[in-house]
């Protein structure tokens, strides 16, 4: 596809943005509809060690997905002179598994916890084997057990858990759902249902140190999402995320 092809399917939309938050670098590639790859840009991050936590700070993932956006968006205006109006679809993605809780206001209860620590050797051991079913301990469920088991005050509060990814598509939608892939390292899934393991659920509903709380497991999981499937749109409020600050104008 030449220049002039390219351009033409920037213009019309015929282009998907694709947004990875990796643990070295936040990435924002644009794609044409045949898979051509026409523009990209990044942002450098390192995790931070805070309370013997490894976290990321919520600042810092907008940040990251500002200055990569804005960089691809220049990188359109400096090679095709034309302005990035229209993205047919957007995809998201991160660094494995890892957990981050929010009460029912929309807040973080604690800091973004990834896959790279390594705190949840008790309830990975323990889930591994209520389930009969390994349980790596960087999975959002074995964090959260572990949050449980050390009766982590932020536990009662808890209206929703999800992964960076999936973060990142809830503010950006308004959706609180994962792909199945990404979902499967959140909880076990049933591959019959394409569901989380329901027997799994009532396993984990039953033990003792779950039934204090409120909240019953399935309720704080996020949706699962096939391949193909509809999982929402970019809200208004989401394009502002990275669209605010995107200042440059193309070449003439």
Known sequence: ????????????????????????????????DDFQTVASGDF?????????????P??????????????MANDV????????????SIG???MMHGYMPFDKEGNLLVPFRTWRNNITEQAADELTELFNFNVPQRWSIAHLYQAILNQEDHVKDVDFITTLAGYVHWKLSGEKVLGIGDASGVFPIDDAT?????KMIDLFNQQKSVRQYNWSLIDVLPAIKLAGEQAGTLSAEGASYWIRVVSWKPVQ
């Open 1 to 32: 596809m030449d220049t002039n092809q390219v351009k033409a399917k920037i213009v019309a939309g015929q282009v998907a943005l694709g947004i990875e938050l990796g643990s070295t670098r936040i990435k924002a590639v644009l794609v044409t």
């Open 44 to 56: 450098t991050w390192e995790n931070e060690l805070v309370n013997n936590i490894w976290t990321y």
């Open 58 to 71: 919520v600042d810092k993932i907008w940040a990251g997905i500002q200055t990569s956006y804005t960089a």
């Open 77 to 88: 205006a400096d090679h095709y002179h034309v302005a990035l109006q229209k993205i047919g």
């Open 92 to 94: 998201i993605s991160a």
């Open 194 to 198: 394409k569901g989380y393991d329901s």
